[in-house]
């Protein structure tokens, strides 16, 4: 679970990272992170795309959004018996029952 996390996170890091670097022209000397370099990046794959490269940002964000949920599903989903005692422990603290609301007195 943890590579498939780092496999997640690094790309996402690495990529975030490049594009405010590179849209805010903070380029430390490197051509790699300058806004010439970021423009034409996004030109090119506007082209081959066939639409705006100022959509592309959006695009690859609402993506991200995408891979984030699915990532945590499959890390809930392993992890599903410790949430739900966690769950039933604070419900437990509470005074109520994880699978319902109040229970109501009997007639």
């Known amino acids: 679970m943890r590579t498939l996390l780092l496999l997640w996170a690094a790309p996402l890091a690495l990529f975030w990272g490049w594009f405010?670097?590179?849209?805010?022209?903070?380029?430390?000397?490197?051509?790699?992170?300058?806004?010439?370099?970021?423009?034409l990046v996004f030109q090119l794959y506007g082209d081959m795309l066939g639409i705006d490269p100022a959509l592309i940002p959006g695009m690859v964000a609402k993506a991200c959004i995408v891979d984030s949920l699915l990532v945590l599903a499959i890390w809930a989903f392993r992890r599903r018996r410790t949430i739900m005692g966690w769950v039933r422990g604070i419900a437990a603290r509470r005074g109520q029952s994880p699978e319902g609301g109040p229970e109501l007195p009997a007639e």
């Open 20 to 39: 405010f670097l590179s849209l805010n022209d903070i380029n430390f000397g490197y051509v790699m992170l300058s806004r010439p370099l970021h423009d």
